[in-house]
């Protein structure tokens, strides 16, 4: 079987050509093309010959990403179903705002977690995306921005389908291709991981050395109310999870954000406000209060505003940053928590 030519580094393809008796930069020159230029044909490499050329054919195939179906929302929100080359399908969300283009990017077919209030825990994991297939994701984005808002990408979440964590050496390769001059040259300070809260992992990625931002999807600080919601994370308890955090604020210096959505009966009560209080005081971090999306699941639906601005007017008088972000592209189910391949 043929290999897929994006599995190998820049040194691997530079030995292969060596290997074949020719010049080691025609490596630089095909890496370049499949890189920086995202030439998903060898015939488009046309800085080098045509029996090179038909020599990659024979021993390499190029494997890549479609866009299957765009959906634009009433608020500027794009959805993109994602093909990928064995068929599978997954979805990355162009988020438009005043001066930003931010792209959400999925990291797994589906996802092995089993947060009850999210749309894509319904679909169990298919497998993994390989590092090409996240960076395909947010070159189609960034094309897209210069297309419909004539300015390039800014930003980049990895809050699409599955969890960033467990997809790891793929997501770490994927951020530095993302950000090396030899991709697509974004700064990893724009990047965020976003990540239900795997503690060993979290200090694996504090030790990378990378300069990515990482947020945690906490919705509770009540061990008990976390685990009967997210019942994976009965295995990762939230004193686990703090000491992980403070391990990554020592190594990175960078804040930890919080994502917090409020649901009725679930966590509106002041000990759940109190819970989340303590916990943020314990950890360098701020807040960001989440708008839940329905995913037409009756046992969770949003708290009134009222209850969101107390939560802000409490952590505020604490002295702990808050935000709140309001959904974007509800009307095409490309809103937080709802990308299920439903089309
Ligand atoms: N697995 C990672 C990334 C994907 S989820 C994680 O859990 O962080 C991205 C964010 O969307 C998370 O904060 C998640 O908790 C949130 N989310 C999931 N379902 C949602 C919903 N129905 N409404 C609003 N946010 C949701």
Redesign the pocket.
């Known amino acids: 079987m043929k290999i897929d030519i994006r599995s190998l580094s820049e040194d691997e393809l530079c030995e292969f050509f060596v290997k074949k008796g020719f010049d080691s930069y025609r490596g630089k020159q095909v890496y370049e093309w499949i890189w920086k230029k995202s030439s998903y044909t060898f015939d488009n490499m046309t800085n080098i010959s045509k029996d090179l050329r038909l020599m990659l054919d024979e021993n390499f195939v190029i494997n890549h990403i479609e866009v299957d179906k765009i959906q634009k929302s009433l608020d500027g929100t794009i959805k993109n179903a994602v093909k990928l080359f064995d068929d599978y399908t997954v979805e990355s969300v162009l988020i438009p705002t005043q001066d930003r283009t931010t792209a959400c990017v999925s990291s797994q077919v589906g996802?092995s977690?089993d947060?009850k209030?999210?749309?894509?825990s319904k679909l169990k994991r298919m497998r993994n995306l390989n590092p090409d297939e996240i960076y395909d994701q947010v070159v189609t984005i960034n094309n897209q921005s210069l297309k419909y808002f004539n300015r390039p990408l800014s930003n980049i979440v990895?809050?699409?389908?599955?969890?960033?964590l467990m997809n790891y050496n793929n997501l770490v390769r994927s951020i530095e291709k993302i950000s090396s001059d030899k991709g697509l040259n974004i700064s990893q300070k724009r990047i965020v991981v976003?990540?239900?809260g795997i503690p060993k992992m979290i200090k694996k990625l504090a030790d990378e050395n990378l300069k990515v931002n990482l947020?945690?999807?906490l919705?509770s600080a009540i061990e008990e109310t976390r685990n009967k919601i997210m019942p994976f994370s009965s295995k990762f308890p939230l004193n686990d999870i703090k000491e992980s955090l403070d391990y990554w604020y020592e190594k990175t210096k960078r804040k930890i954000t919080f994502?917090y959505?409020v649901w009725k009966g679930i966590n509106d009560s002041i000990e759940d406000i109190d819970a989340l209080v303590k916990y943020c005081k314990s950890i360098t971090s701020k807040v960001n209060l989440?708008?839940?999306?329905?995913?037409g699941d009756q046992d969770?639906q949003s708290a009134s505003p009222n209850i969101i601005n107390l939560y802000k007017n409490i952590l505020e008088k604490n002295k702990i940053t808050v935000t709140i972000r309001r959904?974007r592209g509800k009307d095409i189910d490309a809103?937080?928590?709802?990308l299920a391949n439903k089309q």
Not at 117 to 120: G, P, W, Y
């Open positions: 996802c977690l947060c209030f999210c749309a894509t990895f809050m699409g389908m599955g969890e960033p976003s990540t239900s947020a945690l999807s919705h994502e959505i989440i708008e839940y999306n329905s995913i969770f959904s809103a937080c928590g709802q």
